[in-house]
């Protein structure tokens, strides 16, 4: 299981960060991605990242704005997000699945994914 925290209300222009941890296993050799689901529309990649070496893909809509980082002392995944817009406002959830490709774009679908954690609400105000 996934243990995703750190949402909350923040205005627009602000910056939160969260975070995602596994409950009884490690990211090794993993994939770890971030989406988003936004209110009556369908989930969008954001971000992915390969816990072994640390590279990292974005969506063209937070590049240069959010970044995915590993702490790998605490076993946490981290998704820094700043500047942040209204149309950020969504659930985040976080996702891990076993590292099978060499492909990001791969990993900026929900199938490689094979856990998922519970989302945390992020609401950006005007």
């Known amino acids: 299981q996934l243990q995703a925290c750190g949402g909350g209300l923040v205005q627009a222009g602000g910056s939160l960060r969260l975070s995602c941890a596994p409950s009884g296993f490690s990211f090794d050799n993993y994939a770890i991605g971030w989406f988003r689901q936004a209110p009556g529309k369908d989930r969008e990649f954001v971000a992915a990242t390969w816990w072994t070496n640390g590279r990292a893909r974005y969506a063209d809509s937070v590049r240069g704005r959010f970044t995915i980082s590993g702490d790998k002392a605490k076993n946490t995944v981290f998704l820094e997000m700043n500047s942040l817009k209204p149309e950020d406002t969504a659930v985040y959830y976080c996702?891990?699945?076993?590292?099978?490709?060499?492909?990001?774009?791969?990993?900026?679908?929900?199938?490689?994914?094979?856990?998922w954690g519970q989302g945390t609400q992020l609401t950006v105000s005007s």
């Open positions: 996702a891990t699945g076993p590292r099978t490709s060499d492909s990001f774009t791969y990993y900026e679908h929900s199938s490689p994914y094979d856990s």
